[in-house]
């Protein structure tokens, strides 16, 4: 029998709309949306590692604590994803279920590192640009154009606050929607993988359509073939093990011999009786053994008892009988 768990029962949930769009394996669906999220987790906790050590150098510790911390989570976020690649490559239920929820997870941690960095960006508004200010005196800037740069020139302290404080405002505006928008896509990704091991689970559904039956090895039903009536998998229908009819009997006796069928002739012993099996019936050119112009042949064997005897009884050698013939051609 299937050792796997039986099918989701009941209503679909909420995250089910992602099968009503797309109705294929989602497999490498939550392949792709796990390698881009790890990627995108890599390159950002790589960039607040770096930024700890520029506030490191200029004494915000806090800031440099903050960015750690973020950093870290980010990682945790890489991790899930790397084991969301695997999960969803060998397609194993536990799996699957343990990324699925896991991917809630990273809902959480996402939603708390926007929050952390809203809150860090408009509660240390000074820190940050103190540090953006002494980080950009003395650089040498250059203006582009479309036909490259046109003109260059170094920071002083000023122009370094005023490019600070012009780049503190827009990234009010951009830390906002990234807390929206990243838990948004979190939140997708999620249901995505909600609704890929709800297929994982159901063995009609297209994951399991190619995968290898390797169950029959150890006398389980192929994973993905449909479990038998009462396997498990699902069905209404309760099992019948010793194969019980679900109906009443007709009434009255069960039918006995006399049958009066009219394309089943009655059955009758002895070899006179008017329900034994048709005989084979001689045509009227037969002038063999036992023949009688009077009465067909066929009449008379039956009365003697004869029955099919006729045929060894006649005189001379047989058509398959050819070596006892003058002569040794059959056909002559």
């Known amino acids: 029998m299937d050792s ?31 390698f881009l999220a790890g990627l995108w987790a890599l390159f950002s906790g790589i960039g607040f590692f770096r930024n700890a050590n520029i506030y490191g150098r200029n004494d915000q510790t806090k800031l440099q604590l903050f960015n750690i911390i973020i950093g870290a989570l980010y990682m945790v976020v890489l ?7 695997y999960a969803s490559t ?9 990324f699925a929820w ?25 820190s940050i640009l103190d540090t953006c200010t002494s980080a950009n005196t003395g650089d040498t800037v250059f203006f582009t154009s479309f036909w490259g740069p046109i003109s260059g020139g170094t920071l002083s302290q000023q122009d370094a606050r005023d490019w600070c404080n012009r780049a503190y405002d827009r990234d009010s505006w951009s830390e906002i929607l990234g807390l929206l928008t990243t838990t948004g896509i979190a939140a997708f990704f999620a249901s995505v993988n909600f609704a890929f091991f709800r297929q994982v689970l ?16 150890n006398g389980a039903f192929p994973t993905h073939y449909n479990p038998p009536y009462g396997g498990g998998g699902g069905y209404g229908a309760p099992p019948n093990p010793n194969y ?17 069928d009219a394309f089943v002739p009655p059955y009758a012993a002895g070899p006179n009786a008017e329900g034994k ?25 039956e009365e003697e008892g004869q029955g099919y005897g006729w045929a060894a009884q006649r005189d001379g050698p047989s058509e398959r009988d050819v070596t006892s013939r003058n002569n040794a051609n059959p056909f002559l």
Do not use: W
């Not at 991790?79 to 690649?85: K, N, R, S, W």
């Not at 896991?102 to 240390?124: N, Q, W, Y």
């Not at 019980?244 to 009066?260: C, I, K, L």
């Not at 112009?293 to 008379?300: F, I, N, P």
């Open 4 to 34: 796997r768990p039986p099918p989701p029962q009941g209503a679909p949930p909420s995250y089910a709309f992602v099968t009503r769009v797309y109705r294929k394996n989602l497999r490498p669906i939550v392949i792709t949306f796990a």
């Open 79 to 85: 991790g899930i994803e790397l084991f969301g690649l």
């Open 90 to 98: 060998t397609q194993k239920a536990p799996m699957v279920r343990i």
């Open 102 to 126: 896991l991917s809630l997870l990273v809902v959480l941690v996402i939603a708390a590192v926007g929050l952390i960095r809203s809150v860090i960006h408009f509660t240390l508004k000074s």
């Open 202 to 217: 159901d063995p009609t559904s297209p994951a399991n359509m190619l995968r290898e039956p390797g169950a029959q090895r």
């Open 244 to 260: 019980f009819p679900s109906y009443a009997p007709p009434a009255g006796p069960p039918p006995g011999r006399q049958n009066t």
């Open 277 to 301: 099996p048709p005989g084979y019936v001689r045509g009227d050119d037969y002038n063999g053994p036992g023949f009688d112009s009077t009465k067909k042949s066929l009449e008379r064997h």
